[in-house]
């Protein structure tokens, strides 16, 4: 016998030895029908359920900005400024108002003594007092109208510095330093990071399925695959006119890391419980408009199944709604269950 010969007798047993190692590294999984909890999903955004957008209360320049987005501060922390040089000007001048008003009260307080002084010894007649004490009067009411003046003043002055009102995160910072602020124009935004929610609008004919007892929900956050329990769920008592839906608040676990407001979730609400066949997400082959899992054949190794996946469930698997019977063994890890399959079709055509 040829060396020749030799290589192409061996080349076949070495390939289907590769095939039969290759198939003993794939992990399986044996499907069987279960009882799960049955879900309507609904698509959802996050919120900060503790959240403030500063705006500007005075007019002028920004001298000065002290944070940034992504910045973590505490309360009552100084955020940014702005020009306070009207707002001072406001403040001695309502200072000097307060100085002349003092003037003219001991002036027409010490005129109205000296009045009845007067009347008490029948040198001038009572009208006399009478308009000394209205002089007093009205010098008093305008020492008053002066102090205020000047607490409206120092209330002006105190809008230029803008401070954290919670503490969070800043989640935007609308200015530049050297902008012009006007009353209403919003300066920063800052949210407390750890308490967050999903919000969510729910059709009516929907909700009224859910409103028996205490509503249960699972938030699915599809970007990084984590799926976070509810802490609470309320229902908004009020619809929008226009679309007929009812906006539901879904609070999530206090201190959940690495939650962002705007970000994109899908709350899972709980209506009941089924029958259902599901598997893996991971163990899922998505190729286009194909959707497969690779399933044990019972000799070793592994075909390719078309199946109609549905929603995903609240445990993390998926729903299959057909391709699938209980009982059979499925991949756990389709890519290397291809390379299996593979290997063994390669090693059967030698």
């Known amino acids: 016998m040829t060396r020749y010969s030799i290589i192409r007798i061996a080349l076949p047993a070495l390939a289907l030895a590769l095939a039969n190692l290759a198939q003993a ?94 009347v008490e010894r029948k040198f001038v007649s009572q009208s006399a007092l009478d308009q000394a004490k209205a002089s007093f009067d009205a010098a008093e009411a305008q020492l008053r109208a002066a102090r205020a003046g000047r607490g409206q003043a120092a209330t002006v002055q105190g809008y230029t510095t803008i401070v954290a009102p919670l503490a969070g995160l800043v989640a935007a910072r609308h200015v530049e330093q050297g902008e012009m602020a006007q009353p209403g124009r919003q300066l920063v935004t800052v949210y407390d990071p750890a308490a967050m929610r999903a919000v969510v609008d729910v059709p009516q004919q929907r909700l009224a399925g859910l409103a028996s007892g205490q509503i249960k929900a699972r938030v699915e956050l599809p970007d990084t695959g984590r799926w976070l329990d509810a802490a609470s769920v309320t229902v908004l008592p009020a619809a929008d006119p226009r679309t007929h839906t009812v906006r539901v608040r879904v609070d999530l676990p206090a201190n959940a890391e690495g939650l962002v407001p705007g970000t994109f979730a899908r709350v899972h609400f709980v209506t009941g419980e089924g029958t259902r066949i599901a598997v893996p997400a991971g163990a899922i082959l998505r190729r286009g408009e194909l959707t497969g899992v690779y399933v044990a054949d019972g000799k070793g190794g592994f075909a390719l199944r078309q199946i109609r996946a549905g929603e995903p469930l609240a445990d993390g698997n998926v729903e299959v709604l057909a391709g699938l019977v209980g009982g059979e063994e499925v991949a756990l890890d389709p890519v290397q269950a291809g390379i299996a399959a593979r290997a063994a079709r390669a090693g059967a055509a030698r």
Do not use: C, F, M, W
């Open 25 to 118: 590294q794939v992990p399986t999984q044996r499907i069987e029908a279960r009882a799960v909890g049955l879900t309507h999903p609904a698509e959802a955004t996050l919120e900060a359920v503790h959240q403030a957008t500063l705006a500007a209360q005075v007019p002028g320049r920004i001298v000065e900005l002290k944070v940034d987005a992504g910045d973590r501060v505490a309360k009552g922390q100084v955020l940014l400024r702005i020009d306070a040089a009207e707002a001072s000007q406001a403040v001695a001048g309502a200072e000097a108002g307060i100085a002349q008003a003092q003037a003219g009260q001991i002036n027409a307080k010490a005129a109205y003594e000296r009045t009845k002084s007067l």
